[in-house]
Nanobody, 116 residues
Framework: QVQLVESGGGLVQAGGSLRLSCATSGFRFSAEPMSWFRQAPGAERDLVAFITSTSGFTKYADSVKGRFTISRDNAKNILYLQMNDLKPEDTAVYYC?????????WGQGTQVTVSS
């Protein structure tokens, strides 16, 4: 069964950095594209970053381009999101996501709070 477990969130001042991790199991991680989403209070869950199975292609939301980097370690089955120059508007719960056999799977999320 697909399992996604996010970690690495926390409270950080504006301009700071965090690295999120998503430990995965239950599927062949190295064969699947993965994504990070985020959801602020009262808002929809939005795509932040996407990466193909071999890391050959990545895509970012305009709001995080140049500040966030998605990466993966296919040997360890872990997805990462390096977040630099954080802004208060980055405050949200961050989720890793996979669409597998037509179904979306999410982790429990990790809270990121950026103070001004």
């Amino acid at each position: 069964q697909v399992q996604l477990v996010e970690s690495g969130g926390g409270l950080v001042q504006a301009g700071g950095s965090l690295r999120l991790s998503c430990a995965t199991s239950g599927f062949r991680f190295s064969a699947e594209p993965m994504s990070w989403f985020r959801q602020a209070p009262g808002a929809e869950r939005d795509l932040v970053a996407f990466i193909t199975s071999t890391s050959g292609f990545t895509k970012y939301a305009d709001s995080v381009k140049g500040r966030f980097t998605i990466s993966r370690d296919n040997a360890k089955n872990i997805l990462y999101l390096q977040m630099n120059d954080l802004k208060p508007e980055d405050t949200a719960v961050y989720y890793c996501e996979i669409t597998y056999w037509g179904r979306q799977y999410w982790g429990q999320g990790t809270q990121v709070t950026v103070s001004s």
